[in-house]
């Protein structure tokens, strides 16, 4: 393998691994139509790149044949996707032309090379780039005031990658006396997976996306300088340098998203279960909850379990502050109080002890040291504890 299929494999590897990144997070957040139109570009790229490397690796023919079957039903993945992003259909020309254009591309692939190049890939290569362009002109002259404002900011954040494909996708072609160092349109498909995932951050701007991107951008162009100075290699190995260190850093970046959207997710939990938990008693509220990370191994006290505790002391405490936390000087009104404190902690190992039922008294132990915990960890437990003190006291009345 040469160093250019070998440059061009590590990108395309990556956007492969990027779109995966994409598909799981799409997965969880649901089946809604748009969710599934996208799912289908999404396997569309997917199959795309990995008949292209499969192509590379074997030299066999088959791959290079399905890579440019799956490149000729590109266009049509297009056209569905916008139309499901802006609830209305493409012109009746429009969709003739992807249709047209997929089922022409499956003969077409089967011709000899010797025969079919280079027209053949003039051909997908203009298929293409009109898909790209006429889904950003259906985008543009969309009438936003029929879309949601985050109907909107969806087709605003995931058309900010078009600009960048559209050239980046010539770079794939290899045209006569002009032969690109790598194939640039992994850089732009993780482009789009990084801004598709961000679209969870409703915090971020398109601004804030695109800075980011000039970040990482001007970052692996250093990277390619010191590594090409260390090696001392040309132009064409510094070029390929800084966009391979781009794809790895724009799929970490990405998983790294991801990963801090999966924990959201499960922070989210807490307030599913709030909403639709078991509340025939706190007791089983909070059972419910063990398998959120927040309360994982929590331990309920009963009455039963604090036999060896001052009852008067400790309702004392929890009446003045119903979560307590573990500290170096516990700010109780008694040194009998603090003597009662320190004791639950160290029997239970516990960082946090919240009261959740006064009549029988009941209290939860769990261990959540500061490192590891959420700047809004407390205030979820205090929400916690307020619905299953809420939850007692609907019962005993």
């Known amino acids: 393998m040469d160093r250019l299929i070998f440059a061009d494999s590590i990108v395309s590897a990556a956007a492969l691994f990027g779109l995966m990144i994409l598909v799981s997070s799409i997965k969880r957040s649901g089946k809604d139509s748009i969710s599934r139109r996208f799912l289908f570009s999404l396997y569309v790229i997917q199959l795309l790149l990995l008949f292209r490397i499969l192509t590379w690796v074997t030299g066999l023919w088959i791959f290079d044949a399905l890579t440019l079957i799956v490149a000729g039903i590109l266009p049509l993945a297009m056209i569905i996707l916008t139309e499901g992003l802006m609830r209305r259909h493409a012109s009746k020309f429009v969709k003739i032309i992807a249709a047209g254009t997929a089922i022409a591309f499956v ?13 053949r890939s003039v051909l997908l290569l203009a298929a293409q780039l009109w898909g790209f362009a006429t889904a950003g002109y259906m985008v543009w002259t969309r009438d936003k005031e029929s879309l949601s404002s985050a109907e909107n900011i969806i087709i605003e954040r995931i058309a900010l990658s078009i600009p960048l494909i559209i050239p980046l996708v010539i770079t794939d072609f290899r045209i006569p006396d002009f032969e690109a160092p790598v194939r640039l349109s992994g850089i732009a498909i993780l482009f789009m997976c990084w801004l598709t995932v961000s679209l969870e951050r409703s915090h971020l701007k398109n601004s804030d996306m695109l800075r980011a991107f000039l970040i990482l951008l001007s970052g692996s162009i250093l990277a390619g300088l010191a590594i090409s100075y260390l090696i001392d290699t040309d132009l064409t190995g510094y070029i390929q340098i800084c966009v391979i260190t781009l794809s790895a850093t724009l799929v970490a970046v990405l998983y ?12 989210d939990s807490l307030l599913k279960h709030m909403a639709e938990g078991n509340i025939n008693s706190s007791a089983t509220f909070l059972r419910g909850l063990r398998d959120h990370p927040l309360v994982d191994g929590a331990v309920i006290l009963e009455e039963s379990d604090l036999q060896d505790f001052d009852e008067k002391l400790l309702r004392s405490v929890f009446n003045r502050d119903p979560l307590q936390r573990k500290t170096e000087n516990l700010t109780t009104n008694t040194s009998s109080e603090t003597e009662h404190l320190k004791w639950l902690f160290e029997r239970y190992n516990a960082t946090h002890v919240i009261l959740v039922s006064n009549k029988p008294l009941s209290l939860v132990a769990l261990n959540m040291p500061s490192l590891s915990a959420s700047p809004g960890a407390e205030t979820e437990l205090r929400a916690v504890q307020r619905m299953a003190i809420l939850i007692s006291e609907r019962k005993a009345s």
């Open 256 to 267: 790294n998203d991801s990963i801090s959207l999966r924990y959201d997710e499960r922070r």
């Open 107 to 119: 003969p077409l692939a089967l011709l000899p090379e010797s025969f079919a190049e280079p027209w």
